[in-house]
Each structure stands twice: as C-alpha cells, then as structure tokens.
C-alpha cells in the first residue's frame, strides 16, 4: 500500500536532540554522486514508535561516551526509483572508486544491493554510526556506509578487532532496544515491531 500521509513521523533531531546527521543523499558523496530525488532538506524523519526506541538507544550509548549519527531514515518511494534507474545505467560509474571498487556496478540489482522497494520508505528503518565523543570523530567501522561488499557484512572478519568491537558496540545497543540489523550492512536497522509493515510512504523529505 502507498501513502502519502505523514502525520506518524517525527524530526529526528526534533525528538533525539543530541543525534547527529549527515544527510548523504541530500548531499552529493553518496553512491550516485548528485542529489537524490524527493530529499528537499537535510533532514532525517522517522516514525514516531521508531523515535521512541532510538532515543532509548541514543541515551544508553551517550552514557559510554558515543552519539549516534544518522545517514538515513525515511526513504520515500521516489529516491528509490532514483536508485533503480541509475543502477540499469551501466556506464555512469562516477562513485565507483569510492561505494563499489569490489564489484562490477552490473550485479547492484541482482545480488540485492538495490531494489525497487525498500524497507526505508516504511518509515522504521535507520543508516547510522557512532560518533565518539571523545575523540570527536566518527568510530571507525572497518567499511564507509554504503560500501558495497562483503566488507559491510556486519560479521565480516576481515577487519580489525577494534572496528569489529566498534559495530559489535552499536549492534548490541540497537538490539536492545528493539531494532533487527540487515546481515548486509552494519548501519542498517529496523524497528522489530514497525507500525506500517505494508506501507511504502510516498511525501518527500522535508521538515514536518
């Protein structure tokens, strides 16, 4: 089911005043390399049951010195037709080096790494990492977000045991508090118990 309707979601920021974000597909450093259709403003929506439980987590992990950082959340249907048709133009390969050095930008769609739905455009899925307070830096993941590859599975052992630990570190903290991970991507998690299972939301990315 699509829907246009907004009024189950939240400004992240609005309701974790200490999260962070780096809107990547506001931006242009992302696997494309332009701005992506329906992000009209930096901004990071989620649902409100979402919200809830990412604040839980936001609050656990700043008392062991972190803040979260969010790449994504809502995802409307728009952006995604965006990435299905930029991934069947074979010849633009102007990320490559940076997203995609591993693999041949041919197998994005076969192998799953893009596809024509997306559990962000239900609303209850967040990207993010760790920001360390200490070191005022981003913690590092052994991988950037949205590396594609085996080096993003989020028990991929081919990375230090510090960058290990560091996902293991997030991962636990979002499991706590009622988030499922994605085996392909160690910033990718989900509300278990999402409020619009069946429905992909269509508005655009904008303050509410």
């Given amino acids: 089911m699509l829907s246009d309707n907004s009024e189950g979601f939240v400004n992240i920021s609005?309701?974790?005043?200490?999260?962070?974000?780096?809107?990547?597909?506001?931006?242009?450093?992302?696997?494309i390399g332009e701005r992506i259709d329906g992000y009209l403003q930096p901004v990071a929506l989620i649902t409100k049951e979402t919200?809830?439980?990412?604040?839980?987590?936001?609050?656990?992990?700043?008392a062991k010195g972190y803040r979260l950082k969010v790449f994504d959340a809502y995802r409307q249907q728009m952006a995604v037709d965006h990435f299905m048709r930029w991934a069947q133009d074979v010849s633009d390969l102007r990320m490559k080096e940076f997203f995609y050095p591993e693999i041949e930008k041919s197998v994005l769609i076969p192998q799953g790494y893009i596809a024509a739905h997306s559990g962000h455009s239900r609303g209850s899925t967040v990207d993010l990492t760790l920001f360390d307070m200490r070191t005022q830096k981003e913690t590092d993941m052994g991988s950037p977000?949205?590396?594609?590859?085996e080096r993003s599975h989020p028990d991929y052992r081919g990375?230090?045991?510090e960058q290990y630990t560091n996902r293991m570190v997030l991962q636990?903290?979002?499991?706590?508090?009622?988030?499922?991970p994605l085996s392909s991507e160690w910033?990718?998690?989900?509300?278990?118990?999402?409020?619009?299972?069946?429905?992909?939301?269509?508005?655009?990315?904008?303050a509410l």
């Avoid at 609005?14 to 696997?31: H, K, V």
């Avoid at 636990?172 to 499922?180: E, I, Q, Y």
């Fill in 172 to 180: 636990k903290a979002m499991l706590t508090h009622g988030f499922r």
């Fill in 187 to 206: 910033w990718h998690f989900t509300l278990k118990d999402e409020p619009y299972p069946d429905t992909f939301f269509s508005f655009p990315v904008r």
């Fill in 51 to 62: 919200a809830k439980c990412l604040k839980e987590v936001s609050g656990e992990l700043k």
């Fill in 14 to 31: 609005e309701a974790i005043p200490d999260i962070l974000l780096d809107i990547r597909y506001y931006s242009t450093f992302n696997f």
């Fill in 145 to 149: 977000f949205d590396y594609f590859g």
């Fill in 159 to 161: 990375i230090t045991e």
